[in-house]
Structure formats: structure tokens, C-alpha cells
């Protein structure tokens, strides 16, 4: 499949999911999941419902470790969860930028923002691998189960972004899915899986190697144990709700799949979403 290709699949998928975040009622499962990949009860209670997506893979907060006047930009930013919270950190002196290319989940997140009351957060509409912002202007970059998504021909250019971006002594701070052993012909070769966070996805190495090519150094890549099974009762959910809608598409979580392009929603869920993946957390500096 073409990157360009791959890219449209997606767009389409988050679209889908901002598109059913303004007609909707957020659910205790969206709060689960978030909760069980290390966000606070009270960081989702300071934030707008609509901005937890409930596609998260980690917190890449937890280890970025932001300061007040810190410039952050959130790479695929979906409906600005982690642009908030960053902005919070980084006080009124500081930005907190989020960069995504999707334009419907740019709205919600910039309604989020408005909501919340964060004038120091924005939002950009852009490829991960292509952002209109200068050299040398940040000083820290976060990222939530997004790089993944990223075409393997595009998926070194995505981190020499990063590294063009960053402030000497910048840091990456990435929660991300990364595969443990090398995938299965039919589950690397399954669009349903791709867009679902699985068949795209790096192994250690090769995030190592994608890290060391960009030029970063002190590169840490922590496995966190997660149990990524947790996006199953909002699967379930979802489910139901298509059912009852009669909806033709399925809508997505991080792990789940849409229906047309792969394995069915029960197929999937008689899988263990860890035997081939994981919640990783990625830590690296610009020298």
C-alpha cells in the first residue's frame, strides 16, 4: 500500500472519531483506558471530556518532565488531551502547540481549548514528518500512540522533524505501540490492524536505530507492561452503539479495528492484543 494511501486510511479513521465525539456522550470506558495508561483521575477531571479520545498508549507527560515557559509540541495531537495538560505545566509564559493532520479533530481540539480556557495552547494542521515551525524553537516534543501510524518510507523523516525542531539539550518524550517480535505475514498485511495502532508499528530496534540516525543520543525505550487488552470493553461499547445507530463503518479505538478494511470487531476481540505488542515509552536528547 502506497504511503498516500496509508495516510487517507487514517485521516478517514480519526475523522470518524472526532466526527462522533460532537454527537456523543463520553463513557467510563474512554476514562478507563486513559486512566490505565497513567493519567490522573484528577488531570482528566481538569480538562474537557471531549479531549480524551480514549486512544491514548501511555502518558508522555509522565516523562517529559515539562517546566514552566517551555515551549512542547504534541505530535498528533487529536482532541488536544495532552496539548491541555501540557499547557497547564507550562504555565501562561510557555506554548503548548499541537500539530495534527486531521482537519475535524483540529476543531475539537481547538473547541477544547476554548473550554478550557488555555490561550497558550494552539493547534497546526500538518503532517508529523512536515511542520511549518522553526528550527531550534522547542524544548521538548511529546507524542501519544501516533508514530506508529506513519508509513515505514516516511518513518525516518517523522524523527529528523523532531530533532530539526528541538533546542540543543530538547527531548522526545513518546508514549508509543511498538511490536515485540516481528508480526505475521496476515496481521503486518492487514489495513484493519494498520489503522488500529498494530501493523504499523516499529520494533525496539528500529526505533533505536530511527533515534540514532536522527542524530539524538541517551535514547531510552521502556517497555511499561500495560495491559493493552483494556481497550476491550470500549470496543464493546463502540459495538454496541453502531448497532443500535445502524451505523455502516465502525468507529476505531487505538487498537480496534473498522470493519470494511480487515478482521471483524469479534474476531479481533478473541485475540490477545499483547502477544505481538506493547505500550512503550520513548525518551531521547538533542546533543
Known amino acids: 500500500m ?25 463513557t467510563a470506558a474512554e476514562r478507563s483506558v486513559a486512566e490505565s495508561f497513567g493519567y ?9 471530556e471531549a479531549a480524551n479520545l480514549g486512544v491514548s498508549c501511555g502518558n508522555p507527560l509522565a516523562l517529559a518532565n515539562l517546566r514552566e515557559g517551555e515551549t512542547v509540541v504534541d505530535l ?12 497547564r505545566k507550562v504555565g501562561p ?7 495534527d493532520m486531521t482537519k475535524s479533530m483540529l476543531d475539537l481540539a481547538q473547541k477544547n481549548a476554548e473550554k478550557a480556557g488555555a490561550s497558550n495552547a494552539s493547534f497546526i494542521e500538518a503532517s508529523i514528518t512536515s511542520i511549518p515551525l522553526p ?20 518513518k525516518q523523516q517523522a524523527f529528523h522533524e523532531m530533532f530539526r ?3 540543543p539539550g530538547g527531548r522526545v518524550a513518546i508514549s508509543d505501540i511498538l511490536v515485540r517480535k516481528k508480526l505475521p505475514g496476515e496481521i503486518a498485511k492487514d489495513l484493519s490492524l494498520y489503522v488500529g495502532c498494530i501493523a504499523g508499528a516499529s520494533q525496539v530496534q528500529e526505533y533505536e536505530e530511527y533515534l540514532r540516525k536522527a542524530g539524538f543520543e541517551d535514547t531510552m525505550i521502556v517497555d511499561t507492561q500495560k495491559d493493552l487488552n483494556v481497550y476491550k470493553d470500549m470496543i464493546q461499547d463502540q459495538k454496541k452503539e453502531s448497532q443500535e445507530s445502524r451505523c455502516q463503518f465502525k468507529t476505531t479505538t487505538c487498537c480496534e479495528v473498522s470493519k470494511p478494511v480487515g478482521l471483524t470487531t469479534g474476531s479481533l476481540l478473541e485475540r490477545d492484543f499483547n502477544e505481538w505488542a506493547g505500550s512503550f515509552q520513548v525518551y531521547a536528547i538533542r546533543p
Do not use: F, M, W
Not at 498528533?76 to 499547557?87: E, K, P, T, Y
Open 2 to 26: 502506497e504511503p498516500n494511501e496509508i495516510y487517507d486510511l487514517v485521516q478517514a479513521r480519526y475523522g470518524e472519531l472526532a466526527g462522533r465525539s460532537y454527537s456523543r456522550e463520553h
Open 93 to 99: 509564559k510557555g506554548k503548548a502547540i499541537g500539530v
Open 40 to 48: 490522573e483521575a484528577s488531570e482528566l477531571s481538569s480538562i474537557p
Open 76 to 87: 498528533g495531537s487529536g482532541g488536544g488531551i495532552d496539548v491541555l495538560l501540557a499547557a
Open 135 to 154: 528550527s531550534s524553537t522547542v524544548n521538548c516534543i511529546i507524542s501519544n500512540c501516533v508514530v506508529n501510524l506513519v508509513p515505514s518510507a516516511d
Open 165 to 167: 525542531l528541538l533546542v
